[in-house]
C-alpha cells in the first residue's frame, strides 16, 4: 500500500512560538494532501485541503492565518501553526489519496503530537 | 449534510467471541466507504474500501459489507492483537466523513 509520513512524530513548544509539520507521500504522488485533527477519546475532523500548486481550502472554522499549508511538490505539504497556544495541542494527521479502481483511498501519515506549553 | 454514526462506542470481547461493529451513513452522492483501523497514538490504516451495496470484502478474520444504508465490519474469533479503535468514513466528492469510532477492547 501507499506509504504516508509524518515528521515530527512529536514536538513540543512554548506559547507564541510558531511549529512546521511536514507531510509526505513517500512511493507516490499527491496533487492533494489533507490536513486532520484529532483530540483525545474523539475521531478526526478535516481542518483544510493542501493543494499543489494552488492554495489551501480551509474548512469552516479552521483559522488559514493560524494554521499556515504550503503544497511544495507532488510529495510535500506543510503545514505551521503559527503562533501557537495551549488550546492548539492536539494530534494532526495528514493524509494523500492514492488513486484507486473507482475512487481514491486516503493513506494517512503516523501523525504529529503538538503539545503547548 | 453528510453524517456517518458508528455503534456501539465501545466494545469488549473474549478472545474467539466473534460480533460485527455498525456504521450508519447518511451521504449524498456516496462514492466509497472506508474501514480504518486506529491504534493508540497512531495514524489510521486503511482496512477495506465498499463502492457498492451487496459488497464484501475479507481480511484475515476481518470482513466488510456494505448496504444502501450502513455497512457492518464483522470480526470472526478475535484475538487480543485486533483491540484498536475502528473508524468508518464515507467519500463523497473527495472529502472524507468519518464517524466516531469503535473502541474494540479483546480480552484474552
Known amino acids: 500500500g501507499a506509504v504516508v509520513s509524518q515528521h515530527p512524530s512529536w514536538v513540543i513548544c512554548k506559547s507564541g512560538t510558531s511549529v512546521k509539520i511536514e507531510c509526505r507521500s513517500l512511493?507516490?504522488?499527491?496533487?492533494?494532501m489533507f490536513w486532520y485533527r484529532q483530540f483525545p477519546k474523539q475521531s478526526l475532523m478535516l481542518m483544510a485541503t493542501?493543494?499543489?500548486?494552488?492554495?489551501?481550502?480551509?474548512e469552516q472554522g479552521v483559522e488559514k492565518d493560524k494554521f499556515l499549508i504550503n503544497h511544495a511538490s507532488l510529495t510535500l505539504s506543510t503545514l505551521t501553526v503559527t503562533s501557537a497556544h495551549p488550546e492548539d495541542s492536539s494530534f494532526y494527521i495528514c493524509s494523500a489519496p492514492s488513486t484507486g479502481i473507482r475512487e481514491d483511498t486516503q493513506y494517512f501519515g503516523p501523525g504529529t503530537r503538538l503539545t503547548v506549553l | 449534510e453528510d453524517q456517518v454514526t458508528q455503534s456501539p462506542e465501545a466494545l469488549r470481547l473474549q478472545e474467539g467471541e466473534s460480533s460485527s461493529l455498525n456504521c450508519s451513513y447518511t451521504?449524498?452522492?456516496?462514492?466509497?466507504l472506508f474501514w480504518y483501523r486506529q491504534d493508540p497514538g497512531k495514524g489510521p490504516e486503511f482496512l477495506f474500501t465498499l463502492y457498492s451495496a451487496g459488497e464484501e470484502k475479507e481480511k484475515e478474520r476481518l470482513k466488510a459489507t456494505l448496504t444502501k444504508k450502513e455497512s457492518f465490519l464483522h470480526i470472526t474469533a478475535p484475538k487480543p492483537e485486533d483491540s484498536a479503535t475502528y473508524l468508518c468514513?464515507?467519500?463523497?466528492?473527495?472529502?472524507?466523513?468519518f464517524g466516531q469510532g469503535t473502541i474494540l477492547t479483546v480480552h484474552p
Open positions: 493542501s493543494n499543489e500548486g494552488s492554495k489551501a481550502t480551509y
Open positions: 468514513a464515507c467519500t463523497s466528492y473527495g472529502k472524507l466523513t
Open positions: 451521504v449524498s452522492g456516496l462514492r466509497g
Open positions: 512511493d507516490f504522488q499527491a496533487t492533494t
